[in-house]
């Protein structure tokens, strides 16, 4: 019964090749987001996304593209993967509207680009 | 834009002492939320305490308080008895709420190890 639930935890590929990560969260939440941690743990918004808007972080390469199915899924495609992508990836989610509870993250997904 | 800082890249403590984390930010908002998360080796992020701009009361989840300075745009963590598990990295965030989602702005974080 994980809370918000990336696949796969770990993720080894070569420079060029196309990728994509899972996130599904049960929580009923109405927005998602995907971050991105480097090597200095820095995290780095990439995107939002909830019903009505999807929300980009200008610096994010058209490389990388969020897609949802449903409330309840945003996945994150990468296409001609390059060595600097490097990073932990993570999903998270909250309430637009509510107590501000915060996000939920998941456990986060390593990727590794050789 | 909205800013947060920390100004200790690394920090440690002796088992059973205290500490205190220290984070500062920059709004022109007046309605927002604060946050403290961990993240210990195993990577997870993990909330640990959160704080509502508009009330003066500071935080308090068990061994982990905030001392809470609106007027200074301060918001510190302090980790009371400390335990080897809390030997993590800790991320002071600021949020605000807009209609299309949450709006998160986290620091650089604070490496802290607990000594036995």
């Known amino acids: 019964d994980t809370a918000v639930s990336q696949t796969p935890k770990y993720l080894v590929t070569q420079m060029g090749n196309d990728k994509s990560i899972k996130c599904e969260q049960n929580l009923g939440h109405d927005t998602m987001y995907w971050y991105k941690q480097d090597s200095k743990k820095f995290l780095k918004i990439m995107f939002s996304y909830n019903n009505k808007e999807l929300i980009i972080n200008e610096t994010v390469p058209n490389r990388f593209s969020p897609k949802s199915p449903d409330k309840a899924h945003l996945n994150l495609h990468i296409n001609s993967l390059e060595l600097g992508d490097s990073a932990v990836y993570f999903c998270a989610s909250s309430h637009s509207q509510g107590r501000g509870n915060g996000y939920t993250f998941g456990s986060g997904t390593r990727l590794t680009v050789v | 834009a909205q800013t947060v800082t920390q100004s200790q890249p690394e920090m440690s403590v002796q088992e059973a002492e205290t500490v205190t984390l220290s984070c500062t930010y920059d709004t022109s908002e007046n309605n927002y939320y604060l946050f403290w998360y961990k993240q210990p080796p195993s990577r997870q992020m993990i909330l640990v305490i959160r704080q509502e701009a508009y009330k003066q009361q500071n935080a308090t989840e068990n061994r982990f308080s905030v001392n809470f300075q609106k007027a200074a745009k301060s918001f510190s963590l302090k980790i009371s008895d400390s335990q080897l598990g809390d030997t993590a990295m800790y991320f002071c965030?600021?949020?605000?709420?807009?209609?299309?989602?949450?709006?998160?702005?986290f620091g650089t974080g604070t490496s802290l190890t607990v000594i036995p």
């Open positions: 965030a600021f949020m605000k709420r807009l209609n299309t989602g949450n709006q998160f702005y």
